[in-house]
């Protein structure tokens, strides 16, 4: 259609989405074969059966089971570049990805493999694919505060090339903002941003709890954020931006579908909305594709679309020329 071509033909950039949750099925095959004790089906129908999540505890299953494939900078290496490929078929030229260490240091996997594997994998995505990473290393919540305090300390103590933020994923019910207040003030203080998850699975207190006990500087997800009025004003005029997923929030049966997703309303009300994959293969969406939903429907004109993928470059942390570049 003529708005599929006007979205293919959008630079964009991807401001939400995971390492681990980036791995396509082809990825995940042959790193399924090359570690047969995982439990991960090796065949491509197989696991799109795997891929079909039942609710959000389902999700997160299916995602650890991939992250415990990852077990030498080879691995990181091939997740890396396989993203890069993708992001380049979606015409998209930065991308902030969100890795989170402590998870694979858990599993076994050494510090320096993980380094290594994203630093290769990061410039062969620049010179191969012509895509530029940048990293947000992020604290499993549901860890709690040791997962964050490590997180914090393997970030700085490294301070990896293109690291520009400290996140917060996992499950939210249960696992208060505020816990992580002095592992978001430390990475503030030392030049990093701050871009944790909030709201995608619970209410608006955990989008405020982010702001004001986190400084974020973004948020992840932010779904829940217009039942507040109040928040949807002060998100509105301190311009933070949401990093929209609207596929990923029907997946893990967060909202019932794009139509009813509150993206219409956070547009409506000015808000710097961004278009996001969280975890593509696992949810059989592409960057282009959710472009592509949600001018259908929300019957966008293609200078409203082009105004959305110019929000992502405006909520980036690129700078410079780079930037300039996108603009
Ligand atoms: N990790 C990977 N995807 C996630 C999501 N959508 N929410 C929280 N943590 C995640
Ligand atoms: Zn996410």
Redesign the pocket.
């Known amino acids: 259609s003529a708005l599929r071509d006007v979205v293919a033909a959008l630079p964009k950039v991807e401001l939400?989405v995971?390492l681990v949750g980036s791995a396509g099925i082809e990825t995940v095959t042959s790193l399924a074969r090359r570690h047969p004790a995982s439990g991960v089906p090796t065949d491509a129908a197989q696991l799109r059966e795997f891929f079909t999540f039942r609710d959000f505890d389902h999700f997160l299953k299916v995602y650890w089971a991939v992250q415990q494939l990852l077990r030498d900078s080879t691995d990181i290496h091939t997740l890396v570049t396989g993203l890069a490929a993708d992001l380049a078929a979606q015409n998209c030229r930065y991308a902030e990805v969100?890795v989170t260490p402590y998870n694979h240091l858990l599993d076994g996997i050494p510090g320096d493999e993980l380094l290594t594997g994203l630093a290769t994998g990061r410039a062969a995505a620049a010179e191969e694919h012509g895509v530029d990473l940048a990293w947000c290393f992020d604290i499993p919540g549901e860890k709690g505060t040791k997962a964050g305090k490590e997180t914090l300390v393997f970030a700085l103590t490294n301070r990896p090339e293109g690291l520009v933020s400290l996140g917060l994923?996992g499950p939210e019910v249960g696992v208060g903002r505020a816990q992580f207040e002095p592992y978001f003030t430390a990475a503030r203080e030392a030049g990093l941003h701050s871009v944790p998850?909030a709201g995608e699975t619970t209410g608006p207190a955990t989008i405020w709890s982010a702001v004001h006990d986190l400084g974020a500087e973004r948020i992840?997800h932010g779904t829940s954020c217009t039942s507040d009025p109040a928040l949807l004003e002060y998100l509105g005029t301190h311009g933070i931006p949401l990093e929209v997923?609207p596929t990923s929030n029907v997946c893990t049966r967060q909202v019932p579908s794009i139509e009813a997703h509150p993206v219409r309303r956070m547009l409506d009300h000015g808000l710097l909305v961004t278009l996001n994959t969280?975890d593509p293969p696992m949810f059989g969406v592409t960057l282009n594709g959710e472009y592509l939903a949600v001018a259908e429907t929300l019957r966008l004109r293609p200078a409203e679309l082009a105004r959305l993928a110019r929000n992502g470059v405006e909520a980036s942390f690129l700078e410079g020329p780079a930037r300039a570049g996108l603009l």
Do not use: E, R
């Open positions: 939400h995971h969100t994923g998850h992840g997923c969280d």
